[in-house]
């Protein structure tokens, strides 16, 4: 069908959905046309998104891909989620200055499973298909592979900055390291897929897709790249080596406070790119802040949504509690109870045996720097004794332990 169909209001409404907080949507006008023609026939989009699973510990950073899946999912489009337990034996050299380190089949079996569960908060695991990438890479065998590596030319793989960068510098690249983006396209032809996911560090392999969909007689699919979520400080990426993330498996309380902490600014680039709320919600809420509301307000909002999703509404309404309480320098009610031995007994000793510290050394450090309280009480005292009984320490906002020594 060459003609172009007409864009339903329900069509222009998926578009919309489809492009919120988006990086890059490619090629808009056919993405367009596949959504008239499924609208039509009723037959849903094939949506794709591929996880390799080197790292089973999600982030909300991890999560702003896998909302947007679960929002073509609610318009009732077939979502699958890739395994790539086949190219995570080559490891994805995208935005790498260096080959990865494959990973062994029992790595990929257990992270794979933690990774499914975890983005099951997300995405409705029921209407999740799940794949996995060595259903078809494996049997290509040899002969498979060096057909498909003929298909695309040294001088297009080089294109890639990561490439390019690397051997402009003199960084090697292995020859499987050109695979990579092969077996990642091949995969969408293999899944027929109609669109593709990816952040945007995936640009180029969700190209290759496209032409090597075209070289085996199919529609190329469209590419869909989200943005990168900054972190707590609101300038860097959200990761965990710069520790600025809020994990999906985090207590509630923590991931409550972590939301509060973020800047008002930052709150509304979380609303697009992490809530579940539409866009004209959003938009209320903006008004009503112009208003004069109190934008913490609005954040307890987005704090009690995310903690509701990967916890439950309960836990949402407890850190709520939690976080109002202490932020009253009340005492959470969740304190952690330790018996210790040994009284008298040392500060320095006592906040390590509770793992409040790490070491005598930052106990003393935190003591110094006042941001340790008995009772409620700072204490300044690095030689402090602490005599049998009961009581609660804080170390820091949020840190806490309930006490008895004997
Ligand atoms: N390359 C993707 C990543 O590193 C994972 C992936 C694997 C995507 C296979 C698609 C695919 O077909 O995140």
Redesign the pocket.
């Known amino acids: 069908s060459s003609t172009a169909l007409p864009l339903s209001d329900k069509v222009q409404e998926a578009l919309a959905v489809a492009k919120r907080g988006v990086d890059e949507l490619l090629i808009e006008s056919e993405f367009a046309q596949k959504l008239a023609r499924s609208e039509k026939s009723g037959q849903p989009l094939r949506i794709?998104?591929?996880?390799?699973p080197?790292a089973p510990d999600l982030h909300l950073g991890h999560t702003v891909v896998l909302n947007k899946m679960r929002q073509l999912q609610n318009l009732g489009h077939n979502v699958i989620f890739?395994i790539?337990d086949?190219?995570?034996m080559i490891g994805?050299p995208?935005g790498r200055n260096a080959t990865r380190p494959p990973l062994t089949r029992e790595q990929i079996e257990l992270n794979a499973k933690t990774y499914f569960a975890q983005a099951s908060l997300v995405l409705d695991p029921e209407r999740t298909e799940i794949r996995y990438?060595s259903e078809w890479c494996d049997p290509l065998g040899s002969r498979g592979m060096i057909q498909l590596a003929s298909r695309y030319t040294v001088a297009r793989m080089m294109e890639r900055d990561d490439f390019t960068k690397r051997f402009k510098e003199g960084t090697p690249i292995s020859v499987h390291e050109f695979l990579?983006p092969l077996?990642?396209?091949?995969?969408?032809v293999a899944?027929k897929s109609d669109l593709?996911l990816?952040?945007t560090?995936?640009k180029f392999?969700?190209l290759v897709?496209r032409e090597l969909q075209k070289d085996y007689g199919q529609e190329p699919q469209c590419i869909l790249t989200m943005p990168l979520l900054e972190g707590l400080d609101g300038v860097e990426k959200m990761s965990k080596s710069k520790n600025n993330y809020i994990g999906i498996t985090e207590p509630a309380n923590t991931m409550f406070a972590k939301v509060m902490s973020i800047s008002d600014v930052m709150m509304w680039r979380y609303y697009e790119l992490l809530s579940f709320r539409s866009m004209t919600d959003i938009a209320g809420f903006k008004v009503e802040v112009e208003g004069g509301k109190n934008p913490r307000d609005i954040k307890v909002a987005l704090a009690q949504e995310i903690v509701a999703r990967f916890h439950s509404q309960q836990a949402a309404e407890d850190a709520l509690a939690d976080f109002v309480n202490r932020s009253k320098g009340g005492i959470p009610d969740d304190v952690p109870e330790v018996s210790l031995s040994g009284a008298p007994l040392g500060i320095g000793q006592l906040l390590k045996q509770t793992n409040l510290c790490a070491s005598t050394s930052e106990a003393l450090r935190m003591v110094e720097q006042g941001g340790v309280r008995i009772d409620g009480a700072v204490i300044s005292d690095k030689g402090l004794k602490l005599e049998a009984g009961q009581f609660v320490i804080q170390v820091g906002k949020r840190k806490f332990a309930r006490v008895t020594l004997s």
């Open positions: 794709k998104l591929g996880l390799d080197t890739l790539g086949f190219t995570s994805d995208s990438n990579y077996m990642q396209g091949y995969d969408s899944l593709e990816g952040g560090d995936q392999n969700l897709g």
